[in-house]
């Protein structure tokens, strides 16, 4: 089998224009970058055709490191609609350059299921995250040079909430001090960095709905507290329309292509980790716009994207997804069912058995929310019949819908099985309205709560002083209506990354920080030793990285 790259380059692309008109967009309307990638005005975005379209959410089991592909699956089911004569498009999430070049490599799908040009796309693509990565920095440095050129006058914060973003992978810079030296070089302070997905203002791209929007939350991005207790924000500091002009362009959605040449957007890329993991309102629905069916991804497992995507995108954005396609592979259920890393390869139906508790929890917990549910199981090379059996079979008794994905392999046609199972699902058994995990008048302790026991199976969450700190100074701005967005372990249910399986043994949640997302309208609750910053593997992928012949290689 051929890496994704060599695939990537065997495909001879179609002009961006091309794909464009198979959905009906106006080519006159697209700003190129090449002739293979396009940004569309939001102005096309139409609010009828939104409401008429079939929006699938597609999410996974809880991930493991041997991978689940719930990219790959997303590519390849718009792929399976269109074989079978639909108008899909998919709605997907930039990746970022630090999981490209650090453990996970790619990100735009894989084998004969990928987005299209994906060496562009993984790596500076239209230079969204460069402006969000340089409009989080400014933002830093006007403060900063507020702070200096100020406290003559008795201007001085008593607290700053703002750090610095980054997007590499660098723990070297996860606490940093800075104006060191000489009088000149600014005030000296703690500061850090995370990566620039976890940055609010990929957060506020990510949930804007227009333009005017995205300046409104700009401007009510909180800084910190001045020395007499009072919050200061970005409107405070009169730079809102510098930062909208930074993001004018990256506000527009991305239009690429599929290995099928069919039209696929990729924009916005926050990690469901540690932020709310969804690409952008803004790309959802000018898909929808043009798309009769749209498949979006939600990141990590269901635990965190998908709860994500229903609560915090479909509640501000009043998205109603018609299905959830929820992601599982042999190899994933083999690990939750306690078999080691390197035997799950290996048949082995008495660990697959045990592994469907993972699976099975996320089922009710998407019935939660009123999903009808569908299982995809992405099929590797070296699975077996006989467990694929096992959790067709297993399904069937769950009353939920199964299909094997094949996409990687053979592209729209090992996903037309898939295709024919949602559209048949759609049409007579489609997802009843939203039931959210929380309502917007519970407290911040009530909503991560409910989220922790409900959804995680956790007995208990308990608040450090520093969370409860937070909390009430959330509770004086009003950020307590806000939804609230866990950031926590992707590995487990739990915040410990090792409890694999359905982690129903009883666990407590420690909520240690809580960053406040004025502009984003957002409360991140920090769980247990998630950081914000990741740090780079014993041998990182950039070491597989390189121009060979004038062709990348390694970048898969």
Same mark, same amino acid.
């Given at each position: 089998?051929?890496?994704?790259?060599?695939?990537?380059?065997?495909?001879?692309?179609?002009?961006?224009?091309?794909?464009?008109?198979?959905?009906?967009?106006?080519?006159?309307?697209?700003?190129?970058?090449?002739?293979?990638?396009?940004?569309?005005?939001?102005?096309?975005?139409?609010?009828?055709?939104?409401?008429?379209?079939?929006?699938?959410?597609?999410?996974?089991?809880?991930?493991?490191?041997?991978?689940?592909?719930?990219?790959?699956?997303?590519?390849?089911?718009?792929?399976?609609?269109?074989?079978?004569?639909?108008?899909?498009?998919?709605?997907?999430?930039?990746?970022?350059?630090?999981?490209?070049?650090?453990?996970?490599?790619?990100?735009?799908?894989?084998?004969?299921?990928?987005?299209?040009?994906?060496?562009?796309?993984?790596?500076?693509?239209?230079?969204?995250?460069?402006?969000?990565?340089?409009?989080?920095?400014?933002?830093?440095?006007?403060?900063?040079?507020?702070?200096?050129?100020?406290?003559?006058?008795?201007?001085?914060?008593?607290?700053?909430?703002?750090?610095?973003?980054?997007?590499?992978?660098?723990?070297?810079?996860?606490?940093?001090?800075?104006?060191?030296?000489?009088?000149?070089?600014?005030?000296?302070?703690?500061?850090?960095?995370?990566?620039?997905?976890?940055?609010?203002?990929?957060?506020?791209?990510?949930?804007?709905?227009?333009?005017?929007?995205?300046?409104?939350?700009?401007?009510?991005?909180?800084?910190?507290?001045?020395?007499?207790?009072?919050?200061?924000?970005?409107?405070?500091?009169?730079?809102?329309?510098?930062?909208?002009?930074?993001?004018?362009?990256?506000?527009?959605?991305?239009?690429?292509?599929?290995?099928?040449?069919?039209?696929?957007?990729?924009?916005?890329?926050?990690?469901?980790?540690?932020?709310?993991?969804?690409?952008?309102?803004?790309?959802?629905?000018?898909?929808?716009?043009?798309?009769?069916?749209?498949?979006?991804?939600?990141?990590?497992?269901?635990?965190?994207?998908?709860?994500?995507?229903?609560?915090?995108?479909?509640?501000?954005?009043?998205?109603?997804?018609?299905?959830?396609?929820?992601?599982?592979?042999?190899?994933?259920?083999?690990?939750?069912?306690?078999?080691?890393?390197?035997?799950?390869?290996?048949?082995?139906?008495?660990?697959?058995?045990?592994?469907?508790?993972?699976?099975?929890?996320?089922?009710?917990?998407?019935?939660?929310?009123?999903?009808?549910?569908?299982?995809?199981?992405?099929?590797?090379?070296?699975?077996?019949?006989?467990?694929?059996?096992?959790?067709?079979?297993?399904?069937? !008794?769950? @009353?939920?819908?199964?299909? $094997?994905?094949?996409?990687?392999?053979? +592209? %729209? *046609?090992?996903? &037309?099985?898939?295709?024919?199972?949602?559209?048949?699902?759609?049409?007579?058994?489609?997802?009843?309205?939203?039931?959210?995990?929380?309502?917007?008048?519970?407290?911040?302790?009530?909503?991560?709560?409910?989220?922790?026991?409900?959804?995680?199976?956790?007995?208990?969450?308990?608040?450090?002083?520093?969370?409860?700190?937070?909390?009430?100074?959330?509770?004086?701005?009003?950020?307590?209506?806000?939804?609230?967005?866990?950031?926590?372990?992707?590995?487990?249910?739990?915040?410990?990354?090792?409890?694999?399986?359905?982690? !129903?043994? @009883?666990?407590?949640?420690? $909520?240690?920080?809580?960053?406040?997302? +004025? %502009? *984003?309208?957002? &409360?991140?609750?920090?769980?247990?030793?998630?950081?914000?910053?990741?740090?780079?593997?014993?041998?990182?992928?950039?070491?597989?990285?390189?121009?060979?012949?004038?062709?990348?290689?390694?970048?898969?």
């Amino acid at each position: 089998m051929k890496s994704d790259i060599e695939i990537a380059r065997s495909i001879k692309l179609a002009e961006i224009d091309e794909v464009a008109a198979k959905c009906g967009m106006p080519t006159s309307e697209l700003e190129h970058y090449g002739h293979y990638i396009a940004k569309v005005p939001v102005k096309l975005i139409d609010r009828t055709k939104v409401d008429k379209s079939n929006l699938i959410l597609v999410t996974a089991i809880t991930p493991t490191k041997a991978g689940i592909g719930k990219t790959t699956v997303s590519v390849g089911l718009a792929l399976g609609l269109n074989k079978i004569g639909k108008n899909a498009i998919c709605a997907l999430r930039e990746p970022s350059l630090g999981p490209c070049f650090g453990m996970k490599g790619g990100a735009a799908g894989g084998g004969y299921a990928q987005v299209l040009p994906m060496d562009k796309i993984n790596l500076h693509f239209t230079g969204d995250f460069h402006a969000i990565t340089s409009a989080h920095n400014m933002i830093t440095a006007l403060l900063d040079n507020y702070m200096y050129q100020n406290q003559d006058k008795g201007f001085a914060m008593k607290e700053v909430l703002w750090n610095r973003v980054m997007d590499v992978n660098d723990r070297g810079l996860r606490y940093i001090v800075t104006g060191l030296g000489g009088k000149t070089n600014g005030i000296t302070r703690e500061s850090a960095f995370d990566i620039t997905p976890a940055s609010e203002i990929m957060a506020i791209l990510c949930l804007a709905t227009d333009e005017n929007d995205l300046r409104r939350r700009i401007e009510n991005i909180l800084l910190g507290y001045t020395i007499d207790n009072k919050p200061f924000t970005v409107k405070d500091l009169g730079v809102a329309g510098a930062i909208t002009v930074l993001l004018k362009d990256a506000i527009a959605p991305n239009l690429v292509q599929t290995t099928e040449h069919t039209p696929a957007f990729v924009h916005g890329g926050p990690f469901a980790n540690i932020a709310h993991g969804c690409n952008s309102i803004l790309a959802t629905k000018m898909a929808m716009t043009f798309g009769d069916y749209v498949i979006t991804e939600a990141g990590f497992g269901a635990d965190l994207g998908a709860e994500k995507f229903f609560d915090i995108k479909c509640r501000k954005a009043g998205l109603q997804p018609k299905l959830t396609v929820i992601v599982a592979t042999a190899q994933g259920l083999k690990m939750h069912g306690g078999v080691s890393v390197d035997a799950i390869k290996e048949p082995n139906m008495e660990g697959l058995k045990h592994g469907l508790a993972n699976l099975d929890k996320h089922i009710r917990n998407m019935r939660s929310f009123g999903q009808t549910v569908v299982v995809a199981f992405n099929r590797y090379a070296n699975d077996v019949d006989e467990e694929i059996e096992m959790v067709r079979r297993h399904c069937e !008794e769950m @009353g939920v819908g199964f299909a $094997v994905n094949n996409a990687f392999a053979e +592209g %729209g *046609a090992g996903a &037309v099985e898939l295709a024919n199972l949602v559209v048949d699902t759609i049409e007579k058994r489609p997802s009843a309205p939203l039931r959210m995990a929380y309502d917007d008048n519970d407290s911040i302790e009530e909503k991560v709560t409910k989220i922790a026991c409900n959804l995680y199976g956790a007995t208990s969450v308990t608040f450090s002083a520093v969370a409860k700190k937070k909390i009430k100074m959330a509770e004086e701005l009003g950020y307590d209506k806000f939804p609230v967005c866990i950031a926590k372990t992707q590995y487990s249910f739990s915040t410990d990354p090792k409890l694999y399986g359905a982690a !129903e043994n @009883g666990f407590t949640v420690n $909520v240690r920080d809580i960053v406040l997302n +004025g %502009g *984003a309208e957002m &409360v991140v609750a920090v769980a247990g030793d998630i950081m914000r910053m990741p740090g780079l593997p014993k041998e990182p992928q950039a070491l597989h990285i390189d121009i060979v012949n004038g062709e990348i290689e390694g970048l898969s």
